[in-house]
Structure formats: structure tokens, C-alpha cells
């Protein structure tokens, strides 16, 4: 199978420093990777970190190795040109088919699928200038994902930053699987859900992953709902797609869309989750239970809207308890027969929990676990600023088979990493 060929270009942003770790993701999928920066993004990441992390030497101009005839031949030799991040110069550049430097060369080039990640301020990018590029470039067939929305280069947060690298890749991998796209598709190129001679340590596995906070509907426009924004099980379908998974993803409400490359289905209240996540198990090797899951839902649905009594009084609302979805699936498969032996033989849950005078967010953690019986347990300091839509998220993951648990402090992505990678090592167990 010959080797696939990517030209990562890397604009003029702060954001380039993120490039490096999407380069190491090509690089670690068995992809040849040049990189070619702009002048402005070797002011960010010099030279020798792209030569080291690519193996393959690294120039902005078209003045060097010029009897290679680098300027055309990268853009021809290329199974699709990446370029993270895409600053609004590049953007207008790349619009305005300008050739003024080896990345715009390239693009200029190359008949290969082009995807751009675009990373800039909100003002920026809301600019009609950047608006009317990024619609000609699209109309062109240009692959321009949306930024992701957050905190900014300064203080400030809104759409403009760079989406996530493993969220690029997932996308640079799709685009080389669609069809029309050059060459064929080499080991780890197809899309998760195919996932025939898709590599990575999940590679030929199916995980499904649930996200979001369920709404237990009280009658046709009110709901019991709670604060999940969806981000923690966002991440972690991204960091499972890129390590070769197929992901089944049911998603309850969230802040944001579903990840791109997922087999989606959704979900509102717990019973539908339920039933959604019944569905998605049966046959799936890891099932992870990300998603806030109501613990009750109102007794009685009214189909007319409740209407407010002309002498003061207001409803009482009696509760009743929802299913406790991951424990009854780890009862399921324990009790074994046909339909236990279908279920995941990997379940994770995950605990939001406050301490309190009398036990430690551990404690409860542990106990949890136990109860529930699920493989590994991730566990959440929460309150209401913390975790909650938060992008940063600190954890222990603890094991049933009590082996040591492990402590992740970063980010939702740094958390998601964590767990995949213990779901690989139980699953090696
Ligand atoms: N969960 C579930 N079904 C429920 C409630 C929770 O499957 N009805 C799952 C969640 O998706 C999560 C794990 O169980 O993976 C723990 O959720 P959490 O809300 O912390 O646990 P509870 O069982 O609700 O415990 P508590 O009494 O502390 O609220």
C-alpha cells in the first residue's frame, strides 16, 4: 500500500503551535507529512520543529531546493493539502489565487482535496472581507471548517479558535476517503465507520459514546433539565474516531454540534437514551457514558400546558425514578446468555461529584463504582463554575480491578486522551 502523502500548510497564527500536535497525528497514522509554513508562522514555530516532527525538510519560499520544483510538484504529489491554522491572510490569499509563497504555490497547484481549519478573532472572522473568501473558497470546493467557539488568544472568547486537532484530522481523513479524492485509500485513511484497515490502537473497534444532558419533558414546552454542555463526550468521540473507532453517538442535549464522523443519534430524555443506548451497544466493544443522565423525571406528562390557577397556588411536581442506564447494562452483561455476551466488555461512567464534610469526591467516587460495577469511573470535581461547560476539567479515573487510578489535570481534550488511553490498556489487560 503506498504511503499517503499531506501537505501541511501552517498559517501565521498563534494557534500554529497546535499544528504540531495534528502533524504528530498524521505522522503516528503512518502519513508522509510536508510541512509548509508561511513566513509569518516560522515567527511562531521555527523550522526545526517542523523538520523534526515531519522528517522531511521544511521551507516557506520557493527559492530553496528550486531544481525540486518544489512550488508545483508538492501541490501535484499530494493526496490532500491540510492548512491549520488558516489565517484571514491566508484565506484572502488563497481566494485571490495569489502565488506569492511556497504555501500559496502549493494550493495553487495542487488538484488535491483542500481543507482548512481557520484560527483568527471573532472580528476577523465575522469580517464580510473573510466572510465573502471563505464563500468563494467553499464554492470552489475548498473544504472551510467553522472555527470552534472559546477563549481566544487574550482574554477574550467567541468563534475564531483553531478546532481541535484530533477534530481536523477526523475531518482530513474523511475528506481523503470521499470519493473523487486522489489515490487510494492506505491504512488508517477510511473513515471511522468503515473501519476496514483503519489503524490506531482502536482500530477495528466500535465505541459508543453518550454526550449531553438529558430534559425529562413535564409537558409540551417545559423541562427538567441540567447543566451538561456535551464538550466532555464531544472530545472523547474525537479522540476515539482519530485512534481508529467506529463511534456510535448519542447525544442529549448539548451546547454543540456532534462531531463530524460519528454515527449520530439523538436523544432527549432518559428513556429515549435509553433506549438509543441499548440499541448502539449490542455489537459495540466499549460503551462510554458521558452523558448527564436524569435521575428523575416528572410522574405526569400533560400534553396541554400547564396553565397557572387564578387563586395564587402553583403546581406541585411529583418525581419518579429514571432507570439507572449504565448500571442495568452492566447487570445485563454479567447476567451473560445472548444478550449479555453482545454487550461491551468495556464500560466507563462518568461521576460529577462535590465532597462534603464527611467524605472526599474519591470516596464517593469509589463507592460509586462499585456500585455501578462499570470497568473505570472518571471522576469529576463539580460546582457550579467548575466542569459544568467549562473547558478545562480536572479527573481521577479509577478501575474496578483496583489498579492505581490515574489523574488527568487539563483540558477536556487532555481528560478525553486519558480515558481512551485506559480503555486501550484495559482492554490489553
Ligand atoms: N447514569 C446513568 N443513568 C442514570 C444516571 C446516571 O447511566 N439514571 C450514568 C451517567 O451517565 C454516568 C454515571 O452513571 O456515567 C454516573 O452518573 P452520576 O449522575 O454521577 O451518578 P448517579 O447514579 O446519578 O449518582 P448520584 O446519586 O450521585 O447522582
Redesign the pocket.
Known sequence: MTQQRIVLGVGGGIAAYKAASLLRLFKEHGFHVDVVPTAAALEFVGKPTWEALSGNPVTDTVFEAVDAVNHVRLGQQADAVIIAPATADLLAKAAAGMAADLLTNTLLATRAPVLMAPAMHTEMWEHPATRTNVETLRSRGVHVLDPAVGRLTGRDTGPGRLPDPEAIYAAALRLLAAPGASGAPAAGVSPAQDTPGASGPLAGRTVVV?AGGTREPLDPVRFLGNRSSGKQGIAVARVALAAGAAVRFVAAHMDEPAPEGVELTRAGS?LELQHAVSEAARGADVLV???????FRPADYTEAKIKKDDDGGAPTIRLVR??????DLVEARAAGGRAGADLPSIIA?????TGDGASSVLDYGRR?LQR?GCDLLVVNEVGVDRTFGQDTNDATILFRDDSDPVRVAGTKDDVARAVVDAIVRVGNR
Request: zero cysteines; aromatic letters at 4%; hydrophobic letters at 60%.
Open positions: 453518550t432518559a457514558m458521558a452523558a448527564a443522565v436524569a435521575d429514571n432507570p439507572d442506564i449504565l448500571a461512567g462518568f461521576a460529577a461529584e460509586k455501578k
